[in-house]
C-alpha cells in the first residue's frame, strides 16, 4: 500500500515537472518590443493664450506585444493665476512608434507609424480643463514583427486632459493586433528543460514497466 502511494506521489511530482518545463519554455517564445516614440505639440497653430500642454515621449520601452502598449503621455502645466487660461483650436500634435529590437533582433526596414490629432477646449488656472485630444485615424497602421502582419490598434478616439491640479499626466496606450504566425523560428529549449522533460517520460515509463512486472508476478 505504501509502495502504490509513493508511485502516485512519484507521479504528481514528475507531471508537475513536465508542465513547468514546457510552461518555461512557452513564456520564452513571447514576443517582446523594444521601441520608443517621439513627438510634439504645435504651441501657435490654434492656440490663444500660452502653451502649457506637452508630449512625453518613451525611450527605449520594453514590452510584450500581448500586453498594452504605453505610447507616451499629455502632460498639463499650471498656467500662471487662477483666472489666465489658453484656448486651443484644432491645434495639431504627433507621435511617432519607433521600434528598434523585437526578441532581442534588430529590426530592419521598419516603416515608422505615425500617429496624429487635434487639440480643442479651454485651460483656466490649474484646476480647471475641459481640453480633448481627438486622434485622428491611422492611414496605414500595418507592420511586420516575427514574421506576421502586425496592426496598432486599441487607440482612443478622444481622451479629455488631466488638469495640473490632478497631477496633469494623461497617458496614451494601444495594443498591437497580430494576424498570421508571430515568430515563426519557435525557440529552442535549453538542455536543461530539455533533460527535464525526459527525465519526467522516463520516470512514468519505469512506473508502468515495474507496476507491470509485478502484476504478472502476483497472477
Do not use: C, H
Not at 502511494?5 to 520564452?28: C, F, T, Y
Not at 517582446?32 to 504651441?43: A, C, H
Not at 523585437?102 to 515608422?112: Q, R, W
Not at 516575427?146 to 495640473?164: E, H, I, K, R, W
Request: net charge neutral.
Amino acid at each position: 500500500m505504501q509502495m502504490t502511494q509513493g508511485w502516485k506521489r512519484l507521479r504528481s511530482v514528475a507531471i508537475a515537472l513536465g508542465l513547468v518545463a514546457w510552461a518555461n519554455v512557452s513564456a520564452k517564445g513571447d514576443g517582446i518590443l523594444t521601441y520608443s516614440t517621439s513627438g510634439f505639440i504645435s504651441g501657435t497653430s490654434g492656440v490663444t493664450g500660452t502653451n502649457a500642454i506637452t508630449y512625453e515621449s518613451i525611450t527605449n520601452a520594453s514590452v510584450d506585444t500581448t500586453s498594452n502598449l504605453p505610447l507616451g503621455a499629455f502632460q498639463v502645466a499650471k498656467l500662471t493665476g487662477d483666472s489666465t487660461s489658453t484656448t486651443y483650436n484644432n491645434t495639431p500634435f504627433s507621435f511617432t512608434v519607433l521600434p528598434s529590437e523585437y526578441n532581442g533582433e534588430p529590426l530592419k526596414d521598419f516603416t515608422p507609424l505615425t500617429v496624429t490629432g487635434v487639440l480643442n477646449g479651454t485651460l483656466t488656472g490649474d484646476s480647471k480643463s475641459n481640453v480633448i485630444a481627438t486622434i485622428n485615424p491611422i492611414p496605414s497602421d500595418t507592420f511586420q514583427l516575427g514574421g506576421a502582419t502586425s496592426t496598432l490598434a486599441g487607440l482612443p478616439n478622444q481622451l479629455l486632459l488631466v488638469p495640473a491640479s490632478a497631477g496633469g499626466t494623461t497617458t496614451l496606450e494601444g495594443a498591437i493586433a497580430t494576424v498570421g504566425i508571430v515568430n515563426p523560428q519557435a525557440p529552442v529549449p535549453e538542455p536543461s528543460t530539455v533533460a527535464l522533460f525526459l527525465s519526467t517520460i522516463g520516470g512514468l515509463a519505469l512506473r508502468r514497466f515495474v507496476l507491470s512486472r509485478r502484476q504478472r508476478a502476483t497472477a
